[in-house]
């Protein structure tokens, strides 16, 4: 018999909607019951592609015994994580607190009220290697709610007050860490102060380098995205050097070379890029025979992928190589490595566009791990079935010997990159299987992610077929999680079915963001009109006086928990929402968004990138891509009188510029109005904060004038 999942449109809760589990979606409702039955929660958080996730489904929740003692001794509340982030964040706040240590699926035991007293992450359903079995986990809670009460919401209250003065230890360790960067005059950040800051993180990233493998750490490697995204700026900016800035940075890079330290920081920058996008598509995090990435290495030296496939992981990834191709064709070295970035950047969207794509246009949210082993591999392991192959190097099809430069690595994954004949060979093989379910609903943010990728990759990689994919998917996202009316957000969709959840920060700002990208992609007006408009309600909606907030409204019962709202200035697998925001409003180089001033809202995000970056520098990728973008923002080249042939020649002259260092706009839509032209007819005025050049009247004179300005740029 279904529960009640089964009217949900997560994939997550409709795997559990046949669970004997009585399960409830997080609610009201289901609080209000387990506070009439003086019963606890019993939340489980997860999302379609964990593999985990789905052990613990058909070991535990699937097994009626489970089923009937957490009817009876809990009410049960399944949450994806993906469709509620708010709840997942909070909750995974606390399982780390209580146990040191978090991941999916997350195991809490809540007060009626919401207040957690007990948390894990996957429970077996027998003892192993001193983990207790589920049931152990069960009725030690059942026994201790029922006979130590008092004792639980004594540990309950405790967590809650950690977490609602989380926000504030933060803000004083990031205090602490150092003064914020030093602006100058007019609120730009000084730029010695941003040499200091970028110094001090690529600092900091040389000493979580694994020089034996490449990436950052010694243990799982996930795709550092927000962190790459940063180097491909700072590898392309040229910065003065200038001995003097903040004293944290300055006692942080003590004994450094400060010669010569902006090209330094550029070829350093340059060097670990290169070096983690070698490691990450040479190895086995590539899926060399059908494109895009998997979530992370369970290995260090990237040869054991765990197979999940998610759209932010791959659209934050398609962005760095195209940045990467570009650097390095410019420059003219390094081609090898350029042909190699560009491939993986067309197999990536080769591989969105054959199993990504919803049939409204839009990209679904990811792929599982598992599937059914195949007939050919009958002893796969259901994780990554679809993927392996048997062979060892130089034979991957089957023992043939056959011209692959591939090796094996561990569970028959293929490293390296592979001849094109046994590619193909190999692909055959796989389209025989069965596939991995698709979690098809669509997530507001992580489709601009994706409208930010191909759009920048279209341009600069040559492919505009990419750049129509993106509009495709901004016009479902914008016509349908959008209220006309408010001009607010939705979190997801599924089959056309919007959902209720609130839009967090991430969707708003990774929207705009996308919105803007494409915008300057195709010079299509419309897309800048939207980003600006989306960029006033997230303003109104997100940010508080200098505070910033991931959700505008917080739950009651995740502000019972200890939620505050709070943005953080860190990043996960993506760039934090704040720093996005705070590149986004840089990037459209308005002067006031809504009713703010758009560098009053940059400066308050930026404000803790000294301590961000001395105290956690492998989550500081977005903050300095936030710093960089506010101390070099796009050249704005204001057209005017320009008919539909003169400016999509414009466009032309300015060329991939326009996705990078540039921002074309009609006069119409200029931040700060244009001067009077002294004679009539198509010009062109490079502007900023309102005072602009003399302007040039043709288009080769646009060439020569992004020439220059791609010149002082480095």
Not at 601 to 623: D, F, R
Request: proline share 6%; hydrophobic share 40%.
């Amino acid at each position: 018999m279904s529960n009640r999942l089964a009217r949900s449109t997560s994939p997550y809760l409709l795997q559990h909607a046949e669970n004997p589990v009585d399960w409830w979606e997080f609610c009201p409702e289901a609080f209000e019951e387990a506070r009439a039955r003086k019963v606890p929660v019993l939340l489980s958080v997860g999302y379609a592609a964990c593999h985990w996730c789905h052990v613990m489904a058909h070991e535990s929740f699937e097994d009626p015994e489970v089923g009937r003692y957490v009817n009876e001794h809990f009410v049960a509340v399944k949450v994806d994580r993906e469709q509620r982030p708010d709840v997942d964040s909070i909750y995974m706040a606390a399982t780390q607190l209580l146990t040191g240590q978090g991941g999916w699926p997350m195991t809490a035991f809540l007060t009626p009220q919401g207040r957690v007293f007990h948390a894990g992450t996957y429970y077996p359903p027998r003892p192993v290697q001193g983990r207790p079995s589920f049931m152990q986990v069960l009725r030690a809670v059942t026994e201790a709610w029922t006979e130590r009460r008092d004792e639980v919401l004594r540990g309950a209250e405790q967590v809650y007050d950690a977490l609602s003065r989380h926000p504030e230890l933060v803000d004083r360790m990031l205090a602490d860490a150092g003064p914020s960067v030093v602006r100058v005059e007019g609120g730009e950040p000084a730029e010695d102060a941003v040499e200091q800051l970028t110094g001090a993180w690529l600092d900091g990233l040389e000493v979580a380098r694994d020089a034996a493998h490449e990436g950052f750490g010694t243990g799982a490697k996930f795709p550092p995205s927000p962190a790459l995204d940063a180097l491909t700026r700072l590898a392309s900016a040229a910065h003065r050097d200038a001995p003097a800035g903040d004293p944290a940075l300055v006692s942080a890079r003590a004994g450094s070379d400060h010669d010569d330290a902006a090209p330094q920081h550029a070829r350093t920058a340059r060097e670990l890029l290169c070096a983690t996008l070698d490691a990450m598509v040479t190895g086995a995090l590539q899926d060399h025979v059908g494109g895009g990435f998997f979530r992370y290495s369970v290995t260090p030296d990237w040869s054991l992928p765990h197979y999940e496939k998610m759209l932010y992981d791959n659209a934050q990834l398609l962005g760095v190589l195209a940045r990467t191709v570009a650097l390095l064709e410019r420059t003219g070295t390094d081609a090898t490595r350029a042909a190699r970035y560009r491939r993986a950047a067309e197999l990536l969207v080769e591989w969105l566009e054959r199993e990504m794509i919803t049939p409204e246009g839009a990209f679904a949210a990811s792929l599982d791990a598992d599937s059914d082993p195949a007939s050919d591999e009958p002893h796969a392991e259901r994780e990554g079935a679809y993927y392996t192959f048997s062979g060892h190097a130089g034979s991957p099809a089957g023992g043939r010997p056959g011209p692959a430069t591939a090796a094996w690595g561990e569970a028959g994954a293929v490293t390296g990159i592979l001849d094109e004949s046994v590619r193909q060979e190999l692909w055959q093989r796989r389209i025989t299987r069965t596939a991995p379910h698709l979690d098809d609903k669509i997530v507001t943010a992580w489709n601009g992610m994706a409208l930010t990728g191909l759009a920048e990759a279209g341009v600069l990689l040559g492919h505009p077929e990419w750049i129509e994919l993106a509009a495709t998917a901004a016009e479902f996202v914008w016509d349908q999680h959008r209220d006309p009316a408010t001009g607010r957000v939705v979190r997801t969709s599924r089959g056309g079915v919007v959902d209720p959840h609130e839009g967090q920060l991430e969707d708003y700002a990774r929207l705009g963001a996308g919105l803007l990208a494409l915008y300057r992609a195709t010079g299509e007006t419309a897309w800048y009109e939207r980003s600006r408009a989306l960029a006033d309600v997230a303003v109104e909606w997100f940010v508080r006086g200098t505070t910033l907030l991931e959700s505008a409204e917080v739950d009651p019962t995740l502000a019972a928990a200890g939620s505050t709202g709070r943005a953080e200035p860190f990043d996960d697998v993506a760039a934090s929402s704040s720093a996005v925001l705070s590149r986004w409003l840089t990037e459209l180089s308005q002067p006031t968004i809504g009713e703010r001033g758009a560098r009053e809202v940059v400066v308050a995000v930026t404000a803790p990138a000294t301590g961000v970056v001395l105290k956690a520098p492998t989550a500081a990728g977005g903050m300095v891509s936030a710093v960089l973008a506010d101390a070099h923002p796009p050249a704005l080249l204001q057209v005017v009188d320009a008919d539909a042939e003169q400016w999509r020649e414009t466009l032309d002259a300015v060329g991939a510029a326009r996705v990078l260092d540039v921002l074309v706009l009609d006069g119409d839509s200029a931040p700060c109005g244009v001067p009077a032209a002294s004679e009539p007819g198509f010009t062109v005025w490079l502007c900023r904060d309102g005072r602009c050049e003399l302007p040039v009247r043709s288009v080769p004179d646009v060439t020569a004038l992004v020439t220059r300005i791609r010149g002082q740029r480095g």
